[in-house]
């Protein structure tokens, strides 16, 4: 076999098998989504009817499907405190500090440990009497304990507070990846210019990682838009903690309406997509 | 080289596994005959449970036994913690299991494309109760596992504590007696289980209580736009919940609450009562101090009658694609009639006719407490209110409008209860108006 000829066979071996996952995982259920989504399809039926736009149109013209987005704005404005932390962690452990692997290691396990065990961790947190009071007892702030979960006003601060904690470290590891590249010369010269670490912050260090910032608020605020994990495992979505794809969820699997959960699924993908493109428009401005 | 050589014998042997695995279940490929018990069945069967609890257990000795009478029949379980929503999930494909309990949420006219069918509804109802729930054509579907009672589970030493030795009979001494417990006692007088959610579904079943009708539940409702209205069961139902939330007679915190020590806390008298099912009983009593102390009463209710409704269980069905139907129906016949799950493990009554009322029943011998079936939908209706429920969201057996109650009963919510009832009722009118128009 010739090397071209070799080189051709060992691409398409070491991409076949991703490609094929990619196809079969990813790609054709997308497909059948959109295709569901124009059914009366109860999820377990071996017939279906196809019932055009009814679907959308329901959706469109029902509000209660679409007033659970006022949930995703506290979810949303958490996602800026989350990227504020985990970038004044990045570049504090991106400095001579002592036990910096350590930190790292820390910021970063939230994000290793599953979903669930985060919820339920959480749930015993925001107990009363639970971790969290507890904590503030010891502390002597007890004029600050609550009732997390069930004040209506507060739940959904607790639940992104979780989210905060359990997606920062991801945050964190990208923007610590970025602040290393940068070449160690720069930060030296700066030092011979009399910089101090707050110019360095806002001079080198910024301007360097500000494609990753932008990766990073895409990520975070799709989502924000399509938080799920905590509050389902948490709440269920009750007490006001409503998503909307914790709603997607219900009305598929509680109410069997796969077809017009599939229509949510659409126009939850059609959001982020928008959301994505006018972020990217505007980043474009800046130019 | 020498690893490239043990990973074709790997592939080669699962090959040849598979290969005989294929063999084997081909061999025992008999047709569904049922009646013709003579030829003793045999084969491998699995069998689908929602015992999590139990599985590794208390069904181990059953296969025992089961295999003393059927020697040829291997028996395998698989026990899956959210039933209802995994089975469904599976049932897309035709790997599941051969014998299961029917998913409750699967409607009516679906239950043949997935299970067999175990007879004709004449001749089955001479020997069992409760098949009118699978009756598709004049065939039955699936044998009930027990059949439930559903009331209030209570602590009798709390209500002894608060004054009350006979458990209370309507609504407002109901109401009373959770006041007088509040006030004396330290217990929680009503424990709602807002948090795992599922156990407020317990309430939809005590709706026949309330009316004080055993046609209301499938007869009447289906028929009705004023489903929710005050004055109707709904309502007069749910107002009970509403009102103990308001007036501080549920838990501290719903938001936090926790089955398991749920249980505990009713069998140590830290709680005072909890609506649930007859299944429930057991479980309560294996972790009381004084077993003695948990008793049953029925739901309170103005109504004439007092009816408390029994109801059927999960039902025990044979898929459709089984291997080994003879095999299955064996076992569906063992476990119903012999195993003595129905009155032990499954807490209720036995299906089979004429079997025995169990020991915490007998107190109600001989009083105006009556316990009946409710009466099944006529023909055309069958499975109405299901997709009335479905097509409106409103989820009469789903924990959602039960939590919103709760809520707003605790004041988190701006909505009265008027305000919740009625909206349940204009999604239920306009999805009676809208299904009905279709059928």
Sequence with gaps: MSYRNQRILIILSFTIIPIALLFVFAYLPVVNMFRYSFTDWNGYSKTFEYVGFENYKSIFTDPKYFSVFKVSLYYFFATFAQMGLALYFATILSFKVKGKNFFKGILFFPYLLNGVAIGFIFLFFFKPDGTFDTVLQALGLDFLIQKWLLNPHIINVSLAGASVWRYMGFNFIVFLGAISSISKDIYEASDIDGANRWHQFRHIILPSIKRIVQLNIILSISGAISAFDIPYIMTGGSNGSNTFVIQTVDVAFKYGKVGLASAMAVVLLFIVVTVTLIQQFFVKEDK | ?????????????????????????????????????????????????????????????????????????????????????????????????????????????????????????????????????????????????????????????????????????????????????????????????????????????????????????????????????????????????????????????????????????????????????????????????????????????????RIVPLADDYTLGINVNSENKEA??????????????????????????????????????????????????????????????????????????????????????PESYDDIMKGLNDAWVKSRAKVGAAE
């Design chain 2, 328 to 413: 299955a129906r064996a076992w569906v016949d063992w476990f119903i009639n012999e195993s003595g799950y129905p009155t032990t493990e499954g807490g209720g009554i036995s299906p089979v006719k004429g079997a025995e009322l169990p020991e915490i029943l007998k107190q109600f011998e001989g009083t105006d407490v009556k316990f009946e079936t409710q009466t099944p939908a006529e023909e055309k209706q069958k499975g109405l209110v299901d997709k009335i429920d479905k097509d409106a969201e409103i989820g009469l057996w789903q924990p959602d409008f039960k939590k919103i109650i709760i809520e707003a009963g605790i004041g988190n919510r």
């Design chain 2, 1 to 305: 080289m020498k690893t490239s050589k043990s990973i074709l014998g790997l592939v080669a042997l699962t090959l040849t596994a598979s290969l005989f695995a294929g063999c084997s279940s081909k061999e025992s490929d008999t047709p569904a005959a049922p009646g013709a018990a003579d030829s003793t069945p045999k084969g491998e069967i699995t069998v689908i449970t929602q015992r999590t609890d139990i599985v590794d257990t208390v069904f181990q000795d059953y296969a025992k036994k089961f295999n003393e009478k059927y020697p040829d029949i291997q028996v395998n379980f698989e026990a899956l913690a959210n039933y209802e929503d995994q089975i469904k999930i599976r049932m897309n494909t035709s790997d599941y299991g051969d014998v299961l309990l029917l998913p409750t949420s699967i409607p009516l006219a679906d239950t043949p494309t997935f299970f067999e069918p175990l007879g004709s509804m004449e001749e089955m109802s001479k020997q069992y109760d409760g098949l009118e729930e699978r009756e598709v054509d004049g065939k039955a579907y699936g044998l009930p596992i027990t059949i439930n009672y559903s009331g209030v589970i209570y602590n009798k030493s709390v209500f002894d504590k608060a004054g009350y030795s006979e458990p209370p009979k309507t609504i407002e001494e109901f109401m009373q007696a959770l006041q007088a417990i509040k006030d004396k006692t330290d217990a929680v007088p009503l424990y709602t289980n807002y948090a795992a959610g599922w156990p407020l579904t317990q309430w939809e079943a005590v709706l026949t209580t309330v009316a004080g009708d055993k046609e209301y539940v499938n007869v009447k409702q289906p028929s009705t736009d004023d489903n929710f209205v005050p004055g109707a069961p709904h309502y007069d139902l749910y107002k009970v919940m509403y009102d103990a939330a308001k007036n501080g007679l549920i838990e501290e915190d719903p938001t936090t609450t926790d089955w398991e020590s749920s249980k505990a806390d009713l069998a140590n008298g830290k709680i005072g009562t909890m609506v649930l099912g007859s299944w429930a009983i057991g479980q309560i009593k294996a972790i009381a101090p004084n077993p003695d102390d948990i008793a049953f009463m029925p739901f309170p209710t103005n109504a004439k009658e």
